[in-house]
Protein backbone atom coordinates (compact mmCIF):
# COMPACT_ATOMS: atom_id res chain seq x y z
CA UNK A 1 0.00 0.00 0.00
CA UNK A 2 2.89 2.45 0.61
CA UNK A 3 3.98 2.52 -3.17
CA UNK A 4 0.01 3.40 -4.10
CA UNK A 5 0.89 6.19 -1.79
CA UNK A 6 3.77 7.44 -3.00
CA UNK A 7 2.11 7.53 -6.61
CA UNK A 8 -1.27 9.27 -5.41
CA UNK A 9 0.96 11.82 -3.83
CA UNK A 10 3.36 12.41 -6.70
CA UNK A 11 0.82 12.56 -9.10
CA UNK A 12 -1.02 15.33 -7.11
CA UNK A 13 2.40 17.03 -6.06
CA UNK A 14 2.80 17.29 -10.22
CA UNK A 15 -0.34 18.26 -10.82
CA UNK A 16 -0.53 20.80 -8.31
CA UNK A 17 2.42 22.27 -10.00
CA UNK A 18 1.16 22.07 -13.21
CA UNK A 19 -1.56 24.07 -12.12
CA UNK A 20 0.38 26.85 -10.34
CA UNK A 21 1.94 27.26 -13.09
CA UNK A 22 -1.01 28.54 -15.00
CA UNK A 23 -1.86 31.03 -12.12
CA UNK A 24 1.74 32.93 -12.76
CA UNK A 25 1.68 36.19 -14.32
CA UNK A 26 2.42 36.25 -18.02
CA UNK A 27 4.88 39.25 -17.78
CA UNK A 28 6.66 37.11 -14.71
CA UNK A 29 6.74 34.33 -17.60
CA UNK A 30 8.15 36.75 -20.72
CA UNK A 31 10.91 37.95 -18.26
CA UNK A 32 14.09 37.59 -20.10
CA UNK A 33 16.18 36.46 -17.35
CA UNK A 34 13.47 33.53 -16.05
CA UNK A 35 14.36 32.14 -19.56
CA UNK A 36 17.88 32.23 -19.50
CA UNK A 37 17.86 30.71 -15.94
CA UNK A 38 15.19 28.73 -16.94
CA UNK A 39 17.59 27.40 -20.00
CA UNK A 40 20.67 27.03 -17.92
CA UNK A 41 18.43 25.02 -15.15
CA UNK A 42 17.74 22.70 -18.19
CA UNK A 43 21.47 22.22 -19.43
CA UNK A 44 22.45 21.45 -15.70
CA UNK A 45 19.90 19.04 -14.93
CA UNK A 46 20.70 17.23 -17.71
CA UNK A 47 24.62 17.15 -17.31
CA UNK A 48 23.81 15.93 -13.93
CA UNK A 49 21.64 13.11 -15.33
CA UNK A 50 24.25 12.38 -17.84
CA UNK A 51 27.13 11.98 -14.91
CA UNK A 52 25.27 9.98 -12.66
CA UNK A 53 24.31 7.44 -15.05
CA UNK A 54 27.65 7.39 -16.76
CA UNK A 55 29.99 7.20 -13.80
CA UNK A 56 27.68 5.53 -10.98
CA UNK A 57 27.62 1.89 -11.01
CA UNK A 58 27.18 -1.04 -8.24
CA UNK A 59 29.23 -3.11 -6.96
CA UNK A 60 27.75 -6.55 -7.71
CA UNK A 61 30.28 -8.16 -4.61
CA UNK A 62 29.12 -5.37 -1.88
CA UNK A 63 26.12 -3.93 -3.77
CA UNK A 64 27.23 -0.36 -3.19
CA UNK A 65 27.63 2.48 -5.04
CA UNK A 66 31.07 3.50 -6.75
CA UNK A 67 32.48 5.09 -9.66
CA UNK A 68 33.14 3.63 -12.96
CA UNK A 69 34.76 3.71 -16.09
CA UNK A 70 33.28 1.51 -18.67
CA UNK A 71 31.84 1.08 -22.10
CA UNK A 72 29.27 4.25 -21.11
CA UNK A 73 32.19 6.54 -20.56
CA UNK A 74 33.87 6.04 -23.93
CA UNK A 75 30.55 6.35 -25.89
CA UNK A 76 30.20 9.52 -23.73
CA UNK A 77 33.78 10.30 -25.43
CA UNK A 78 32.86 9.41 -28.60
CA UNK A 79 29.58 11.72 -28.77
CA UNK A 80 31.78 14.71 -27.32
CA UNK A 81 34.00 14.19 -30.07
CA UNK A 82 31.18 14.38 -32.85
CA UNK A 83 29.22 17.06 -31.28
CA UNK A 84 32.84 19.53 -31.70
CA UNK A 85 32.24 18.51 -35.46
CA UNK A 86 28.55 19.06 -35.31
CA UNK A 87 26.75 15.76 -36.51
CA UNK A 88 23.58 15.44 -36.73
CA UNK A 89 22.00 14.41 -33.28
CA UNK A 90 21.05 11.37 -34.66
CA UNK A 91 24.56 10.19 -35.85
CA UNK A 92 26.13 11.18 -32.44
CA UNK A 93 23.14 8.88 -30.67
CA UNK A 94 23.56 5.93 -33.14
CA UNK A 95 27.81 6.18 -32.82
CA UNK A 96 27.65 5.93 -29.02
CA UNK A 97 25.03 3.69 -28.64
CA UNK A 98 27.20 1.74 -31.34
CA UNK A 99 30.33 2.09 -29.39
CA UNK A 100 29.27 1.10 -26.03
CA UNK A 101 27.56 -2.01 -27.52
CA UNK A 102 30.53 -3.07 -29.12
CA UNK A 103 33.05 -2.51 -25.75
CA UNK A 104 30.30 -4.70 -24.31
CA UNK A 105 30.36 -7.63 -26.87
CA UNK A 106 33.78 -7.70 -27.18
CA UNK A 107 34.93 -7.06 -23.02
Do not use: C
Not at 54 to 67: D, H, L, Y
Not at 68 to 96: E, H, Q, S, T, Y
Request: aromatic share 14%; glycine share 6%; proline share 2%.
Amino acid sequence: MNSWFAIITASAAVFSWKYLGHLVPRRLLESKFLQKLAGYLTIALLAGLVGVQTFIGTNSATNRQEIVFDARFAALIVAFVLLKFKAPFIVIVLAGAATAALLRFNF
